[in-house]
């Protein structure tokens, strides 16, 4: 099998990329859709999975672990393919029963658990004894290396350009990337900006054997912030087409489209915006929990306000 990647002055043929990511995980390739609170849910996370990726759900969407289960049986019934629960540990207003969280997902067979937010470490055996991996996703080279410490499978590292909430240190994910890259003997997954197959490569260059995005999946017909999706004919297969940059005629990809896939990343946020992934859109919204502006990547929302170090550990 090959990987089609599209370049300005022709195609790479390229062998299936196969990485310590793809094989941890049981996906074909090495893309995985970043958790998105109200936004990641079944349509969105098994069009994922069929695709080849691996899809998260954001258990925080749901207000309990009863509708989770609903979600996780409603995601079931729509892949056999793998996929995965985030549960984002950052501090809310409301009580929440984290471990029912993952006690549900886990009851339900889950195999891919993600954390972020704080250190996963008081949930860690309740997650090793339900049989998942464990991902855990940070913005700090430091707590990249705790992850590990703490015995992780894998670490997805955050630049500032991610969208949700991106680090209040400010670093970006090319600096952050090859650092955690020769850091780390785990694999490491890297997350921030990255929206077309050039974003792959790139990241796989870095050192990181994995990507994960989440803004470039908000411009997909399943994800419920999508407000033209349908219309446009946007999905999920086109965004990981165009991550192994196969643009389509038919324009699958909206920062491509046009330009054979060669839109600048000012473009594709811009496009992104224009395509409701913007600040006015239901992703825009105010966090419910903690009451910052969460974000498209690249939006001019005022990101996780600056001065509040110390307030959760990582991105999310
Ligand atoms: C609207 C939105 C909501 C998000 N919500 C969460 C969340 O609840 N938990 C989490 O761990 N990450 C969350 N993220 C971050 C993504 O999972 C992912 O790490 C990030 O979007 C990657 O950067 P990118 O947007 O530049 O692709 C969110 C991202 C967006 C755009």
Not at 109 to 116: S, Y
Not at 121 to 144: C, F, M, N, S, T
Request: aromatic share 4%.
């Amino acid at each position: 099998m090959y990987l089609t990647l599209s370049y300005a002055d022709g195609i790479l043929f390229l062998p299936m990329l196969s990485t310590r990511i793809t094989q941890l995980l049981g996906i074909q390739h090495p893309i995985l859709q970043g958790a998105m609170q109200w936004l990641s849910r079944a349509e969105l996370v098994a069009a994922v999975s069929n695709a080849g990726g691996l899809g998260i759900l954001s258990a925080l969407t749901f207000p309990d672990g009863k509708e989770l289960r609903e979600e996780i049986r409603k995601t079931r019934n729509l892949t056999t393919r793998p996929f995965g629960v985030n549960v984002t540990l950052l501090p809310t207003s409301r009580q929440v029963n984290y471990g029912e969280y993952f006690a549900v997902a886990l009851e339900e067979g889950v195999k891919v658990i993600e954390t972020a937010g704080r250190s996963p470490e008081p949930y860690l055996k309740q997650i090793r004894d339900g049989g998942a991996k464990l991902l855990h996703k940070v913005a700090r080279i430091r707590d990249a290396l705790t992850a590990e410490r703490l015995g992780v499978d894998a670490v997805t590292i955050v630049g500032f350009e991610a969208g949700g909430h991106p680090s209040a240190d400010c670093v970006t994910s090319f600096i952050l990337i090859p650092e955690a890259a020769d850091r780390l003997k785990i694999p490491l997954i890297a997350a921030g900006g990255i929206g077309d197959s050039r974003g792959l490569v790139a990241a796989l260059a870095l050192g990181a054997e994995g990507v994960m995005l989440g803004t470039r999946f908000v411009a997909t017909r399943e994800c419920p912030a999508h407000p033209t999706g349908f219309r446009e004919g946007h999905h999920t297969s086109g965004a990981l087409h165009q991550q192994h940059g196969a643009v389509h005629e038919d324009g699958l990809c909206p920062e491509g489209a046009g330009d054979g896939g060669k839109g600048s990343q000012p473009r594709r946020t811009a496009a992104l915006h224009q395509r409701g992934a913007g600040p006015q859109s239901p992703s825009g919204r105010r966090h419910r929990e903690c009451g910052h502006t969460m974000r498209a990547g690249g939006g001019a929302t005022a990101p996780y306000p600056l001065g509040q170090r110390g307030h959760r550990e990582s991105g999310s």
